[in-house]
Each structure stands twice: as C-alpha cells, then as structure tokens.
C-alpha cells in the first residue's frame, strides 16, 4: 500500500520534473534534507558509543544552507525485537537512509523487508550480516573492519612484548601460559580475533599453553568476574591475557586490583579498540598494547555514503569491495605511539 503511494508519488515529481525541463530548466531536483535513523544494539558499548559520537559530529559537517543533516539513534538494548520495531518507527519517521548495528547480525530478514518495501536504504555497520544477506538487496551496504587484521595485529603485539621481555615468561618453563576472554558467541570479531591472534603468536615461534577462556560479551564487569574465577582456578600460573576488546581486558585488570595483586603478580594485558579507557591505559602501562578500531575512519565512511545515498552525488568517489563493503583498516598502538593517538602529540 505505501510502497504504492510512494511509486505514484515518485511519478508525480517525474512529471513535474520532466515539465520544469520542458520550460528550460535544466536542474535536477535535490534533496534538502539527509534524515539519518542510526538502530544501536546497545549503547552502553563503549566502542560504540564513542563511534556514534564521532557519527553525529561527522553528519553536522553536511549541514549547509540549503541541505539539512537529522540524525535520529534507536538504543535496542540487545533485543533484536526492539530493534525491528525502531527501525520501522525510524522509518515512519521519515527517515531517507538507515544505518543499523544488528543485535543479531544473522537475523536481519524482517529489517531488510521493511527496508526495501519502503525503499530505505540501509548500511549496516560493526557487525557484519552474513554476505548471502546483503545480496537480499541492492541497496544494503556494510561499514566496518576486517576482523582478522585485528587479530592478527594483537598476536604480533603480544609476540614483539614476550620476545623483548623475559621476566613475562614468570614461570621460566619456555612456554607462554595464556587465557582469552572472549566477546559475544557468534560476532564475528569474537571467534576471529581469538583464533588469528593464537595463530599468529604460534607463528611467530612463541610456545604457549592454552589454560582456559572466558566469555564475557565485550563488557568490561564480566570480564572481571570471569577473571575473578579463573584467577581463583589458576593462581599465578596465568602469564597472558588476550581480550577481544579494550573493556574486557579493563575488567580483567579490575580483579587483580581488587585482589591487590602486585605488578609482579600479574600477567600481560593486550586489548583491541583504542578506546578513550583503553587508550589511558596503554599509556599507564597498565595494557601492554591495544590495536586501534578506527572509529573515526568507519563514522566518516558512514557519513559519506549515506550522504551520497541520499544526495545522489559522491557515489562514484566511494571506493567499495565487492560493491557493497567499506572496511576500514586496523592499527596497532603500544606506549610508543600512544601520544598521537590520544592526540598529544
Ligand atoms: C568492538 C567491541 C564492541 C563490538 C560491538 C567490536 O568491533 O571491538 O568493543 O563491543 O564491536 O559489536
Ligand atoms: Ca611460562
């Protein structure tokens, strides 16, 4: 029904268009108003957070005389159901383009239909749906990172620190004793980062034990907790920690400040994000390193796009893979070049 009144509407302005043409003017009709509906699978994420902050200062850029810039952010909460309501009410709302961090990335059928039926495009962002769904339609597009390159990165950093410093070997048996603690089962920066980061220290010749792993949902509390067991099953065996974000590599640091362990006492730390916290904390030395998720880089990229989505112009200077994806690149960030991170240098 309203896919049709769009259609006959949409026809209309091509008359009038065509009219204006006949009568010599030449201009295009534009668009003066680029209306964003950003739906968030949480937005207590601090990586997140911080990504739509930079989203929402990237938008204003667009702000001029004659075009508006609306951005509108849906907090689901971590309910997919949420989520789909948001983004027909965004849609409702008027919104020309969406932007949608799924809470399921493998469950994004219902928002894609609703999309398409009003012809809304979307870009996803930050959890990537699987490829066979973002050929459901040709205006579905993703914003993000290659996982991989994150981990690949944090295996590297923990390989460069073993190799320079010997005293992270405590036992002194030759070999690394490490725990992981992981982000939600079924993101793809979860499994990912955890297997090329492991993969990548075995490449680089460092001898590790595997003692356990905990799941902890990128948050920084059940990181502690799930650091607080294992601190409690492996005593002072535990040399490394490899978390897959930032936050749950803070969390692990709480339980052994709350533990009073000494520095002595505690394992290596490595994170991956370079949040404003985690940043911080590689400059403390408190984190051994991070590897920079370039929230900057993927909210400009967000911005462009949807500009161009809707403006129609800057399409061409996008540059895309397979069509559809924008990955920005990763950077690793020790207490070397923490400074230009933070932006003191
Ligand atoms: C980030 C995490 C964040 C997650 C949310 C990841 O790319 O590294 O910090 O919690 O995305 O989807
Ligand atoms: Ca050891």
């Known amino acids: 029904m309203k896919k ?13 268009a065509q009219m204006l043409c006949a009568c010599g003017e030449q201009e295009a009709e534009k668009t003066d108003k680029i209306y964003v509906g950003v739906a968030c699978y949480n937005q ?5 957070g911080e990504m739509l902050e930079c989203f929402k200062d990237r938008m204003n850029n667009f702000e001029s005389s004659d075009l508006q810039a609306i951005v509108t952010i849906r907090d689901a909460a971590g309910l997919q159901r949420t989520q789909n309501d948001q983004v027909k009410e965004l849609i409702d709302a008027g919104c020309n383009v969406l932007c949608v961090n799924l809470v399921d990335r493998a469950d994004p059928s219902e928002i894609i239909d609703l999309a398409r039926d009003n012809d809304v495009p979307i870009i ?3 959890r990537e749906p699987v490829a066979e769904d ?4 040709d205006q579905l597009y993703y914003v993000g990172a290659d996982a991989r390159e994150s981990g690949v990165m944090q295996g590297e950093l923990a390989a460069d620190a073993i190799r320079t410093d010997s005293r992270i070997d405590r036992n002194k048996d030759g070999k690394i004793q490490y725990v992981v603690l992981e982000g939600e089962p079924g993101h793809q920066d979860a499994i990912i980062r955890t297997e090329d980061a492991v993969d990548t220290l075995k490449n680089e010749g460092i001898r590790l034990e595997k003692l356990s792993y905990g799941i902890a949902n990128w948050n920084r509390a059940q990181a502690q907790n799930r650091m607080q067991q294992l601190i409690g099953q492996y005593q002072n065996d535990i040399e490394l920690v490899l978390a897959n974000n930032d936050d749950m590599a803070l969390g692990a640091i709480d339980a052994y400040v709350k533990l009073n362990r000494t520095e002595a006492g505690m394992p ?21 390193g991070t590897v920079y998720n370039d929230k900057e880089g993927q909210a400009e990229a967000m911005a462009k796009l949807a500009a161009a989505i809707v403006t129609g112009e800057g399409m061409d200077e996008i540059k895309f893979e397979n069509e559809k994806y924008i990955y ?18």
Do not use: H, M
């Not at 509407?9 to 009038?16: F, G, I, K, R």
């Not at 973002?134 to 339609?137: D, H």
């Open 4 to 16: 049709r009144k769009v259609l006959a509407s949409a026809a209309v302005c091509c008359l009038c």
């Open 328 to 345: 920005l690149p990763y950077s690793k960030v020790t207490k070397d070049n923490v400074g230009r991170y933070l932006g003191e240098e």
């Open 124 to 126: 996803f962002f930050n």
């Open 134 to 137: 973002l050929q459901q339609w």
């Open 268 to 288: 290596v730390f490595f994170g991956i994000d370079g949040t404003d916290v985690g940043l911080k904390a590689v400059r403390d030395s408190k984190l051994a």
């Open 44 to 48: 207590s994420d601090t990586f997140l």
